[in-house]
């Protein structure tokens, strides 16, 4: 006989065999609870590529997931970066939604079948205009093309903040330009889009041969430039006016203007992935996203919700810019092709 410390009795030889057996029962409990659990745990997150600024993405997925317990995995990309990531992970989706980015990828990458259809109960809250008749994706803001104007450079260099697009081609500004690469970045390819679109694609691509021997960099994401203008690594960068309108609320001494000739605009869009592994997670965030909640995070950063929202200082809802009569269809269609013109005619000859 054998005593335990806690004063149990046993044989041992049978003590030993007992002792096992409740040890395995034991072992198989844990590992039929384990099991049992680990499907709820994984299905209570949601794997998002956004192209939110990373500042603005941190501070609306930590609310979503204190609001709903609901974990936020996610990755920072560019519009054109997103599409090219979409493409190539089609037969094996990473993610489950696409949240931020400039509408044209969204309705690109539509037309290629990567993403689905989807009515959120809280489309209700976006105007019919900005949100795609099909479902496929329903926009969160809109925000202006714009120039963001370091003052203490042009100061320097003597000039008035551009106003128009034909303002950035002069001498003065040899160098001191920055405009995002098209091929990255879905603000820059606006930004071609748009010029087709006033000039017509022969005088487009003349005038972007002109301004390219004013640019300094080309960069990866469309908010750099305005971020660099604001720290005075040039005296003008081209981008978005939500963008901008945060660095000044920042305290950054710039200026804003808008091109007197006309300007395109981005409808910042959401999209559910096709193939996603955590679709109804992705469904809840979506429908979140098109909130008074949501709203209201976004319009700390400078832009205009669809949803009514406290706006900052300066913010400008694009009702109030001379807007082109964009089509974004059209410059969603012909991407590929006037990027990859771009690339052969511009970029690889500088």
Known sequence: MAKTSMGLTFHIAGGRFVLKRVLSVVILALMLGAIAVMPAMSAEKVVVYTTLDEPLAREVFAFFEKKTGIKVEWVRLATGECVARLEAEAANPQASIWYGGVGLGHIEAANKGLTIPYLSPNAKNIPPKFRDKNNYWTGIYAGGLSFASNIDRLEKLGVEAPTSWADLTKPVFRNEIQLANPGTSGTAYNVIATLVQIMGEEKAFSYLKALDKNIAQYTKSGSAPGKNAALGECAVGIGYAHDQVK???????????????????????????????????????????????????????GVVPFVKAPLLPGAIPITEINTIDQDDQWAAAERERLVDRWNNEIYSAR
């Open 247 to 301: 660095l000044i609320s920042q305290g950054y001494r710039i200026k804003i203007t808008f091109p007197s000739d006309g300007t395109g605009y981005e409808i910042a869009s959401i999209s559910l992935i096709k193939g996603g592994k955590q679709m109804e997670n992705a469904k809840k965030l979506y429908d979140w996203a098109l909130t008074s909640e949501a709203a209201k995070i976004y319009a700390t950063t």
